[in-house]
Each structure stands twice: as structure tokens, then as C-alpha cells.
DNA sequence: AATGAATGAGCTTTCATTCAT
DNA sequence: GATGAATGAAAGCTCATTCAT
């Protein structure tokens, strides 16, 4: 059961470094399994079919980023200093594990990604929500739903994750004004007086 | 030239109809040409493969909307009345064309976009830095690089549609928030002090 | 009707040029109508099909083949000069015209070669057949069936260029050896007694 | 390996027998693998491509020549009596297997023969040089370049083949003066006199 | 006669999946 | 469980040929 686990887990870092540079559609099953050093047919030992071990990428990869975020998450701190420690942990994650990014990216813009599978439970985005959700409740964080809040700030991550990744090279004088991002994504969300609202 | 131009046309829209229904790899080209009444060979006399037309696709949709809110936008009106009127043609753009919106998210994401791709000149993306650079220059926005101004606004407004598109049904309610959005990133990017920055 | 045979003309040698590069397969009607400069529908104005010109090509390089040689023959000149003449200006036909030996070479294994069409009237094989028939009646050559002489020298000539084409560069050294060529075939078939006969 | 190699060999067969008759280009991939036995996609597990199989096939037939004609190749016999056994082998061997003829005839005059190609190592071309190497070392042929040599042997062998393919049936009175084909050919190349040059 | 866009049959090739070993 | 050769549907693409202009 271990062996499996590990041989499985085997698999999915395989798949996830291997689509990272060819995409889902330039990665067979049969270079997942020679990259893994097993045979073509194993992989359906662990999987019904490549697109089931694709949601499986999804739910690993899911969940791999929940344990690594909440765990460096201290819900003791003040909310502020527990914003930016989750930006800089998940650009730290992502840097550190472009398969993991490229992955999301992917999936979350192909067929796979249905209406359904958003809506669905999910640990990630409960501990998401529930993280803005205390900064509402903390008085810190404008009261909206906690749904948006998580979508705006993800995004604003990704966007700065993308442009590190596009224009990285360039740009090394302008690292300190990424630096600025997070500032900036936290003046929208913080509570405070809206600015002139445009009618 | 016309009727040629008018059929190139004609095989792109199809070509993007589809791609939002079913991914880039879930549609042949055969599909494309069927879709657009046209023989499967007809494809390659406007296309030289698959992957041109993908290329082709990516620079139609551009132009597009680069045409779309270029054309929208008085440069005459106060900044911040630009900036909601640019959030609200992009947004309205994007939730009347799916498709442009499927088949952007699916380009960036995929092998095709190269950090040369991304690197390259781009009227879309030219105006759009220009737009910002303006804000900038009337004191209005951070002095930051219009060039990361332009990524954090144009990420968040993904974020939002992205939203709509898996949420709509069920967060009518939630509408209103959804209006905050826009004055959520425009307190971000707006001149002001900087809220106590985190070292 | 002139213009005409210029035309076709002009499409045989198009075709001849780029089947020497390309051979059959890798040279569509498209690419030889354009080389001549014309549609591709035109292709179809003077021949009725592809294998149809390239039947046509056949006749047309023998007939080409014919006109040079014989022209150059002169049958008032003893055998052996004549033979040797031969020799030299189907050599150098070949050598001017690459296009025409490897058309021939190719035509000539391929299915388009049907024992019929081997069988058929033909102005160049009786031509020569009559060449040798002379040889012989003028007690010079052999007294063998004309049709072998024919084909054991035009097979040595062909022989010849072939190394030629693949061996040139490296072996200019050789080209007195080559000369040789001719006199050796000469000693076979010039009337003598025959060498011991192997039982 | 050795079912591999079976069935590898089955296809190469499949592939020369329908070259025999349709000729590279009316030989579908899909059309060896049905004569074979098998499915389209198996021809793919043992050759890398359509073109990477007609090369392997001229390997493969190159060694079969090449083990059938030095196996029956003895040495210790006269020079003239292994000459004469060589002929008789060679056009014993084309005659018994027309498609090893055909094959060769077209591989040679089609794109897949290039320069490199006739120039690289090749254990039939070499042990056919020194054949007449042995020849001319035992004084019995004329001292010129064994490639030579064995370049207008094998040319009028295969002229003698291609007779006797295309003019069989008409032709049987004269089978006795193909006979003589070899002894002229002999007559051509042994140590002698060289007749009256032509200058 | 000439054009060249359109056609679609037919080809090569890939690859998810199966199954005898 | 593991293997990897075999499968065959399905894809991308080519090109001889047609035909409205």
C-alpha cells in the first residue's frame, strides 16, 4: 500500500514535470511511464485512463499547495502580516514549483475544468475562504464575500507569477516594484473609506 | 481578396466557437471546416498547419479587442472615468465573447505562448501600457511601471469574469459585490500612501 | 498550335527539372505548373493526368535521346568509329542532361514500365537495333541477336554515368580508367573467337 | 527477440513483395501491415517511419545478396570458373526473387540514394571488390580499379535480368545467346590486349 | 484557354488502451 | 502487479483533379 502510494505519487511528479514543458496534449502516457521507469501499462494500474489521472494531477496538485500554505499559516499573527506571508508563500511555492503553476494554468483553462468541478468541495479554497473570511471578521478586510476576496487576490498572485516567468530575464530593476504588488492588491481589499465610486 | 479575407474570417470564428467548447486538442481541424461549410483540405489553402492557425487565432482575438477598447476609450475624459470605462468594456467584451476570452486563457496557458511570443511588439499591449502611462502622467496612478499596472488590472479582470463564468448561476446576489472589483484594484493603484508596508 | 507546343513543351521541361531533385512522388502537378509559370488547372489543358505526362515525358526524353544521337551518326564512318562515337555522345548527352538519365532511370523501374509498353514500337530501340544490325552484317560485331547488343551497351553506359554521378568527386584519378570502359565493352563484343567457354 | 526479429523480417518481406508490384508510392504503410498480418500502428514498433523502412529494407536486402552470392563463392576454384558461378548465382538469386531486382533498381534511382549513401561501408561492396581484387592479383583480369569492375559486371547482369523480365516470353529461342551475355562480358574484362583504341 | 480556390480521398503517423505473458 | 507489443481509431496533412469565373 505504501509502495503503491509511492509508485502513484511517482507517476503524478512525473506527469506534472513532463506536462510542465510539452502540456497535457504533448505528454503520452507512454512518456510518463518511461520518465517514472515503469512500463506503459502500469500507469493503468493507478489510473482508469489519462484523463482520470489528469484530475488526480488536480486534486494532488490541490492539495499539495493547502498543506504547504496552511501549514506556514499562523492565525495568531495580526491578519495583515498573514497576508503577506500567504503572497509570499505562494510565490515562493509557485517559483519553486513551476510544474505545479504551469499545471493549475492548464487545467484550469481546458475542457476538464467544468462548472461543476468549481462548485465542488474543495479543502483549498474552504481554508481560502475561510482565511479572508477571518479578516472580515477581524475588521480588517472590506465585508465581502470571502469568495471574491480569495478569487481577486489568486489572481493578482498568478498575474505577478506570470510576468516573473515572461519577463523575469529584463526585469531584475523592477523587482522591487513586484514588491509593491501585494501592497497594492492589500489597499483595495483592506477596510477602509471607498474611493469615489464611479456612478 | 474580399471573399478571401471573409473566409479566413469565417474559419477563425469557427475555429474559436468551437476551441471554447472543446480545448484546443478536442477540435480537428476537420470539425473547423465542417463548422465553417468548408472541405477539410480548405483549411490549408488559408492556413499552412494547424499550429499557424492557432498562431493566427491568437493574433485575430488581439487585434480585436485592441480594436474593441482602443475605440471606446476618450482620452479626453478624467482618468478614473477611463480607467471603470475600460474595466466595464473589457468585462462586457469578455461576457459577450466567451470565446475570446476561452481561447486567450487557453493560448497563455499552453506551449504556443513563448517568453519570445510574450517579448514581442503588440499593439494591444502597446496601448494598453500607454493607457496607464497617461494615468501616471496626470498623477493619478502609482508610479510604477505601466507595464505591471497593466498585468494586475488585466489578471484581476480575468479573475472576475472567471468568476462569473463558473458562479453566475448561483451568485446572483452577489452581483453587487462583483461591482466593488473595479474600485477594490483602483484603490490599489491609485496614488496615495502606501498603507504601512511590510517589511 | 505553335504556342501550344511551346507551352507543353515548357511544362515536360519543368517536370524533367524537378524529377531530377524530387523524382515522381515529390513532385506535384502544383509545383511543376509553377516552375512553367502557369495554373495548376492549366497543367490539365494539355495532358489528361498526371501519369499521363509522365508517360509523355517518356516519349519525349527517347525521342530528344533519338534526335541527338542519330543525327550525330555517321554510317559511312567504319563500325568501330561509330561505336565509339556513340559511346561518347550518349555519355555526354547524359552527363549535359541529368534530367534525362534520371528520369529514365526512374520511369524505367517503376510500375509505369509495363512489359507491354517494353514491347511497343519505339523509333530509338529500332533505331539502335538497326545500329547493331549494321555492325554485325558488316561482320564486325558479334552475330547476335541485336536486341542484346543493344541493351548489354546501353546497360554499360548507364553503368558508366551512374558511377560517375556518385563517385565523381572523389576519383578524378580514375577518369583514364573510365575511358577504358568503351574498349573493354568493345573487346566483348566485337566478333572474335570466344574465350574458353565455361561448360 | 527472436519473434521480434520474425516478425520484423515478416514485414520487410510483406513490403518488398507489394514494392515489387506497386512501387514505393503505391504501397500504403496500411497495405504491408495487412499483407503482414498485423495492424497499421505495429509497423511503427519496429521502423521509426515509412522512409526509415525502405531504407532498412535496402540493408536487408543488400546482406540477403550478399549472403547468398559469398556463401556460394569458393576460391580455391580458377578465377574464370568463380566469375562464371558469380553470374550464374546472381542472376539465379534476382530471377528467383524479383523482388530483391525491383526493389534495388528503384531504391537506386529514387531520392532515398544519395551520394553519402553510395560512398559509406557496405560489406557486399567490398567483398565484391575484392573479388576482382583477387582477380587482378592472379593476373587473370585487366589491372584496372576493381570498382570499376564490379560496377560493369553487376550493370550487365542486371541489363541481362531486366531482358529477360521484359522479353521472357517472346524470347525463348534466343536463351542460348543470354549465354553467351556472360562469356562477352569475360571477354571484356580479362588480361589481354586491349583492341585498337580509338583516340 | 487560363486560372486557382475548392475538394475529399487517401496517406502517414500518433497514442490511449488492452491483454497475453 | 508489471510488462510492452499490438491495436486501430482518429488526427494532420497532401495533392491530383475539377470547375466557376
Redesign the interface.
Known sequence: MDINQDKKTLLLESALELIR??????TPVSMVAKHAGVAAGTVYTYFQSKDDMIKELYTYVKSQIYLEISSKDDPRLPF??RF?ALWKNMTGLYLAKPSFQ?FM??F????FNT?EL??SVDVWREWLELFFQQGIEQNVL?P??P??LA??V???I???I??L???NS?TQL?EE??G???????????R?E?????P
Request: proline letters at 3%; zero cysteines.
Open positions: 514543458d510539452h502540456g497535457f496534449h504533448g495583515q502580516s503577506y504551469r494554468e492548464q484550469i483553462s481546458s475542457p462548472a468549481q462548485q472590506r465581502l464575500s469568495k471574491i478569487i481577486m489568486l489572481g493578482s498568478i498575474s505577478q506570470r510576468y516567468t515572461y519577463f529584463k523592477m516594484e513586484l509593491l504588488i501585494p501592497q497594492m492588491v492589500w489597499d483595495g481589499i483592506k477602509q471607498l474611493s469615489d465610486s464611479y
